[in-house]
């Protein structure tokens, strides 16, 4: 496991455009898409379960559609967050693709992560 930095507010701004790219705007719409869902749902005793399953395939599909045109900024992202300083953007493209999952979700998991997006969520509300 590699070791990480702590993420800093230098950090937000390519988190932003990362997610930018990926679709923040797109993931809006799944949600309402769900909402509306819910209104015509007349089984509503599974409608929790569907709902769930719903917004899970239409966000991994915004995602799986999107993430190719921020690659470069994902492996920029991810070596600046790591420690070491002989991992950089080729070492890493150059990673098992398990390895590299691993250290998004190293990165993901981090408290500094979900502390910022508990804030940022707290704007669109």
């Known amino acids: 496991m590699m070791e990480l930095r702590t ?3 230098k950090d937000i701004f390519p ?12 993931f809006k719409e799944a949600f309402n898409n769900s909402v509306e869902l819910a209104d015509t749902c007349k089984d509503k005793k599974n409608l929790d379960a569907l709902l769930g399953v719903n917004t899970v395939f239409e966000i991994a ?12 900024e994902i492996y920029t992202f991810v070596a600046s967050v790591i420690k070491d ?10 990673m098992s693709m398990a390895d590299f999952a691993n250290i998004i979700a190293d990165i993901i ?5 979900k502390d910022f ?4 969520l707290k704007f669109f509300k």
């Not at 988190?15 to 797109?26: P, Q, T, V």
């Not at 915004?62 to 470069?72: A, K, M």
């Not at 300083?85 to 150059?94: A, C, F, Q, Y």
């Not at 998991?109 to 992560?113: A, C, D, G, I, V």
Request: glycine residues 6%.
């Open 109 to 113: 998991s981090k408290q500094e992560f």
């Open 7 to 9: 993420l800093t507010s």
């Open 117 to 120: 997006f508990k804030v940022a």
């Open 85 to 94: 300083d002989d991992v950089g953007m080729k070492e890493l493209m150059e």
């Open 15 to 26: 988190i932003c455009g990362i997610l930018r790219k990926i679709g923040i705007k797109e």
């Open 61 to 72: 599909s915004i995602i799986i559609s999107n993430i190719p045109s921020c690659e470069r």
